[in-house]
């Protein structure tokens, strides 16, 4: 499978170094150059430095080649024009990332109906939405009113102290746990650790409050 990245960030960057960990062709687009440079240093990926919304940049891009577009900038604007240039090169799926909810709307109106919001932007998840989209779709739980979410463990509150005295609550459950490599489904005595990553099965409206419980 050919992917092609608008954007080199965190989520643009750990997108591509999980699609080429997997085996897949990955090109990534993006514009600033210590990007670039830390990209093209570190991913066995073609890397361009460029505009995204530029045609002559997707075309370097051989984005007619890609099976997949993903607009993973932290700018709405530059993803929505960027997925509407991208669709007359007739993608088979083409997903954006869309920091604002106010904006969501725009992209589907356009004909963008993978649209990824702040908190479903972890690459895990985008990389599942590319190579498993049914198991994407699981995520997303109880008529949109749960979702279960990937966390790196940070915030010294909770570093240290056992699942029991964290989870479950009204608002969440740890669902997983991913320590040195493995997964294990948690024990009530296990402790979190800095670097830990645990899955989280959280209410819509507790998102914002229990991703910062645990990265601080």
Do not use: W
Not at 106 to 128: H, M, Q, R, W
Request: charged share 25%; glycine share 8%; hydrophobic share 40%.
């Amino acid at each position: 499978m050919y992917v092609v990245i608008m954007g080199g960030g965190r989520v643009g960057f750990n997108l591509a170094s999980s699609l080429i960990a997997g085996g897949h062709d990955v090109t990534l687009i993006e514009n600033q150059k210590n990007l670039c440079d830390k990209a093209a240093s570190e991913l066995d990926a073609l890397v361009i430095c460029g505009n995204g919304t530029d045609k002559k940049t997707l075309e370097e891009a051989n984005i007619s080649d890609a099976d997949v577009f993903v607009a993973a900038t932290g700018h709405d604007e530059a993803n929505l024009l960027s997925c509407i240039l991208v669709k007359e090169y007739n993608i088979k799926k083409i997903i954006a990332r869309v920091s604002n909810p106010d904006h969501e709307e725009a992209f589907k109106k356009v004909g963008i109906d993978n649209v990824i919001s702040p908190e479903l932007t972890a690459a895990s998840y985008l990389e599942k939405l590319i190579i498993r989209p049914k198991i994407a779709d699981l995520i997303i739980i109880g008529k949109g009113n749960a979702e279960l979410l990937e966390i790196k463990v940070e915030n010294r509150n909770v570093l240290g102290k056992q699942i029991r005295d964290i989870s479950p609550t009204d608002d969440f459950i740890i669902a997983a746990l991913y320590k040195n490599g493995e997964i294990t489904i948690p024990k009530k005595e296990d402790i979190l650790n800095r670097g830990d990553r645990i899955s989280v099965l959280v209410k819509i409206n507790a998102i914002k409050k229990t991703t910062q419980l645990f990265t601080g």
